[in-house]
């Protein structure tokens, strides 16, 4: 069964900085990647997704991922993190079902 | 156009009772999974209804049932409440035919146990 290992728990960033969260995964056929984030209260919204082509992913809100086949990785970038950024952000991949990591939780510094 | 809506927002419940959650799907979808997402811990699927029968289901046990009707709303039934069985549970809806992995979120109905 595919897994997903998100190895930072809560990572600070300064506004205006940039971020970098990762994700590795664990399936034996090519995966369906996905991130979303999760703020206060809220479902959880779609950023990006990677199925097959360009490895390099672009998202909404100013977000990109990179699929690494080698590195078993999918890590999400932003290259300028703004005050709303501010939540928790999963990776899962999709196999015979919907698989998530435990989550990194971005705190964004004034 | 209504998103994925959730009821009830909020829930108490005793230990060894049985609880229902509600789910209306976004308009013009027809597949509903359920997630699980204990604090601190990232979503796990619980199954997914389409065409009114439950297509996929993960490891949870049979104190974890559900149904889908007509209308593609869902219902989430868990018996025999355990401490552990507080959490957030989610519903996402999706389109059987729709791409991959194209699920929106409910807000979720948070579940606690006492």
């Known amino acids: 069964a595919q897994s997903v290992t998100q190895p930072d728990i809560h990572i600070t960033v300064s506004e205006g900085a940039s971020l970098e969260l990762r994700c590795n995964y664990s399936?034996?056929?090519?995966?369906?990647l996905f991130w979303y984030v999760q703020s206060p209260g809220q479902g959880l919204q779609l950023l990006l997704k990677?199925?097959?082509?360009?490895?390099l992913v672009q998202g909404i809100k100013g977000f990109e991922a990179e699929f690494k086949r080698s590195q078993s990785s999918f890590n999400l970038r932003k290259p300028s993190v703004h005050w709303s950024d501010a939540a928790e952000y999963f990776c899962?991949?999709?196999?015979?079902?919907?698989?998530f990591g435990a989550g990194t939780r971005l705190t964004v510094k004034p | 156009d209504a998103g994925v809506t959730q009821s009830p927002t909020h829930l108490i419940k005793t230990r060894g009772q049985q609880v229902t959650l509600r789910c209306s799907p976004k308009?013009?979808?027809?597949?509903v999974s359920w997630y699980q997402q204990a604090l601190g811990q990232g979503p796990q699927f619980i199954f997914q209804?389409?065409?009114?029968?439950?297509?996929q289901r993960g490891n949870f046990p049979d104190r974890f049932s559900g149904h889908q009707f007509p209308n593609y709303s869902s219902e989430l039934n868990v018996n025999a409440l355990l401490l552990g069985d507080s959490a957030l549970y989610l519903c996402?809806?999706?389109?059987?035919?729709?791409?991959?992995?194209?699920?929106?979120f409910g807000p979720g109905t948070r579940l606690t146990v006492t």
């Open positions: 996402a809806s999706s389109l059987r035919q729709g791409a991959a992995g194209e699920q929106y």
């Open positions: 399936y034996g056929a090519t995966p369906y």
């Open positions: 990677y199925f097959s082509g360009d490895t």
């Open positions: 899962a991949v999709e196999g015979n079902d919907m698989r």
């Open positions: 308009s013009g979808h027809d597949t």
């Open positions: 209804y389409y065409e009114e029968e439950e297509r």
